[in-house]
C-alpha cells in the first residue's frame, strides 16, 4: 500500500493531541485506521495516537520545529479563556488557514507497516 494525502490538520491533531482537523474526528479516524491497517473503536484512539505519532514526525520530521510548537502555543494563547464553540470553531479555522499557507494544505502519509 502506498502512501495517501492528508489535511495538515489531520497530521497535525495526532501529534499534538488538540484537535485541529478540518474534518473533525472522523478525519482523525481515517488517518489511524490507515496508518495501522485497523478498524478502530474509540476507546482504542488514545493507543493508535501514540503508536502513529513517532512514525509521523519520522516521516515529517517539520512537525516538531520549535516553530511549529510556538504556532500551537500561540493558538493555545488565542483559545484560552473562550468557551463559545462556535468561537473556538472560527478560531482553530483560522490559525489553521495560517498554518496551511505556511507549510501544505495536504501531506502524504505512509502506514506504519511500510518502512519510512
Known amino acids: ?19 485541529v482537523s478540518p474534518g473533525g474526528m472522523g478525519r482523525v479516524y481515517d488517518l489511524l485506521e490507515f496508518m ?8 482504542e484512539l488514545p493507543k493508535a495516537m501514540d503508536e502513529c505519532r513517532p512514525y509521523l514526525l519520522k516521516q515529517h ?16 494563547k488565542r483559545l484560552k ?13 483560522k490559525w489553521l488557514g495560517e498554518q496551511v499557507k505556511k507549510y ?4 502524504e502519509v505512509k502506514p506504519i507497516s511500510l518502512k519510512v
Not at 1 to 19: A, N, P, Q, Y
Not at 61 to 76: G, Q, S
Not at 81 to 93: A, F, L, Q, T
Not at 104 to 107: D, M, V
Request: aromatic share 6%.
Open 81 to 93: 479563556g473562550i468557551e463559545n464553540e462556535e468561537r473556538r470553531r472560527e478560531i482553530v479555522g
Open 36 to 43: 495501522t491497517g485497523k478498524s478502530l473503536l474509540s476507546d
Open 1 to 19: 500500500m502506498e502512501g495517501k494525502k492528508f489535511h495538515f490538520g489531520d497530521v497535525l491533531s495526532i501529534i499534538t493531541g488538540r484537535l
Open 61 to 76: 520530521p517539520y512537525f516538531d520545529l520549535i516553530e511549529i510548537k510556538n504556532a500551537v502555543a500561540d493558538l493555545d
Open 104 to 107: 501544505s494544505e495536504t501531506i
